[in-house]
Every structure is written in structure tokens, then in C-alpha cells.
């Protein structure tokens, strides 16, 4: 078996991959974790400063959830793409046909009272509605089973 988890380091995704490996232990699937870096919208120099900073960041976070995976005996593979979120994801699925994809609900929310929770419930609904959610995309595209965990 093989389990595909995206992976940013996030508070979320950390509580998705402990989740998947205590979901998915007795099947000792081999997990492969994808970070994506996304691309500056421009080329100049402070912005590729700052994609590099993101993608070190990234690439120290993926070494950390294996890091985790393998303490806990599983067999750890990951990949870090660059371009947009949605794109690269799908595009790793199709590449590496996992049995399943595990995603984390993304929420930018701190765990804060109940202004925070509606202001973040507010902006989730419209960065859905006008955006899309990496989750909704992969939802109409990705040809394997998708699996999105939610927030505590």
C-alpha cells in the first residue's frame, strides 16, 4: 500500500500524518510526503529571497515528518515540487499512483476564542468562494482515493 500525504509543516498536516500513521499502521503502507513551494508572482530579487527562505523551510519540515514516520517503523519517501499547490499535487498523484491521498483542511487559524474562529470561518468561506480550496480541487481531479481530515 501506498499513502500519499501533502505535507507543509503546518500544525495541520503534522496532526494529519500522526493521524494517518495511527490510522494505517497495521497496513505498514510506505508513505510518501509532498511539500509544495510556490512560486514568487514576480522575478525580482526580494521575492526569490523569499521563495528560497519558504523552500528551505520546506524541505527542513519534510526531513522532520519523515524523520517522524520512520521512528514510528514506517518506510518514508518525499518530494518537494515547486509551482502552484493544486497543479503539483495532482500532477505527483498521477506520477506515483498512491493508493490513497491524505490532505489536511487547511485553516490559517491560531487556536484562539471565538472571534478568531469566525473571523478564520469567514475567510475560509470566501477564500473558497472566490478562490477555490486546494482540497475542492483535488476533490473534482485527484483518481485516487482522498481522504481530508479535519482540524481539531
Not at 515540487?81 to 497543479?87: I, Q
Request: proline share 5%; glycine share 6%.
Amino acid at each position: 500500500m501506498k499513502i500519499m500525504i501533502a505535507y507543509d509543516g503546518s500544525r495541520n498536516a503534522k496532526l494529519a500524518l500522526a493521524q494517518t500513521v495511527s490510522l494505517f499502521r497495521c497496513n505498514a503502507p510506505l508513505l510518501m510526503l509532498v511539500g509544495v513551494a510556490e512560486n514568487p508572482r514576480d522575478a525580482t530579487d526580494a521575492n526569490e529571497d523569499l521563495f528560497q527562505e519558504e523552500y528551505q523551510e520546506l524541505k527542513a519540515a519534510l526531513e522532520e515528518g519523515v524523520d517522524f514516520a520512520t521512528r514510528e517503523g514506517f518506510d518514508v519517501d518525499w518530494t518537494l515540487a515547486e509551482g502552484d499547490a493544486r497543479k503539483m499535487l495532482l500532477q505527483a498523484t498521477q506520477k506515483h499512483r498512491p493508493d490513497v491521498l491524505v490532505i489536511a483542511r487547511h485553516s490559517s487559524k491560531p487556536d484562539g476564542g471565538i472571534i478568531a474562529q469566525s473571523l478564520s470561518y469567514f475567510v475560509d468561506e470566501l477564500d473558497y468562494m472566490t478562490f477555490g480550496s486546494v482540497s475542492s480541487f483535488l476533490a473534482r481531479r485527484v483518481e485516487c482515493p482522498l481522504l481530508i481530515l479535519p482540524s481539531p
